[in-house]
């Protein structure tokens, strides 16, 4: 999938006319619900994109980011004097496309949205009473910010077999189809349960 510049920046330009989270007035789950909403419509207008609640929509989702993260990178110039994608267009993204995210996580293996404090800021979470918490929305804007690293179909995958013990096909999955390097999957999956509460990378 490939996005312009342009494109890019006109999703962005969009998406700040809409509400922060959480928005004042409407519960915490009916704004993660009302963003993912326009997410879907963005990526479908937009992109002629289904961002559906389940492992394709996640995997969409996943080349969406990547696709608008090399659309928004600074020329290589300018990186090697340290410029990188701003912080506040990867707000919007983790407050729009990481509410899909987090609602595909949610209809797979339930949870509560609720506010969290760690390391001194506050976090939009998905609550669970097996995995603590882990932090959809806070993803979905590292991959948009740093690209393929931070990969939220990887992070969806492995959240869904730590809640859902019989979800192993789901990894063996991805271990071979979007992880060509079986010591890149051992390194990220470590990565992963390194803390195992919060879970929020």
């Not at 704004?31 to 990526?43: C, F, S």
């Not at 267009?89 to 595909?104: R, W």
Request: charged residues 25%; hydrophobic residues 45%.
């Amino acid at each position: 999938m490939e996005i312009t510049r342009q494109q890019a920046l006109e999703l962005l330009d969009s998406l700040s006319e809409f509400h922060p989270v959480p928005r004042p007035g409407l519960d915490l789950a009916s704004t993660i619900a009302a963003n993912a909403q326009r997410a879907r419509i963005e990526a479908e207008q937009r992109f002629s994109l289904s961002l559906t609640l389940d492992e394709p929509g996640v995997k969409a989702l996943r080349d969406l980011l990547s696709a608008l993260h090399t659309a928004m990178l600074p020329n290589r110039f300018a990186r090697l004097f340290g410029a990188r994608i701003p912080f506040a267009p990867s707000v919007l993204i983790a407050n729009v496309f990481g509410a899909v995210l987090g609602e595909a996580l949610r209809a797979r293996v339930g949870g509560v949205w609720q506010l969290v404090d760690s390391n001194e800021q506050r976090f939009v979470a998905l609550c669970s009473d097996k995995a603590g918490f882990c932090l959809p929305t806070y993803k979905a804007g590292k991959q948009f910010m740093n690209g393929d690293e931070d990969d939220v179909w990887f992070f969806y995958a492995v959240m869904v077999k730590k809640l859902d013990p019989a979800a192993a096909k789901l990894i063996r999955t991805i271990s071979t189809e979007d992880l060509k390097d079986p010591a890149e999957f051992a390194r990220k999956w470590a990565e992963m349960f390194r803390n195992k509460r919060p879970v929020n990378q």
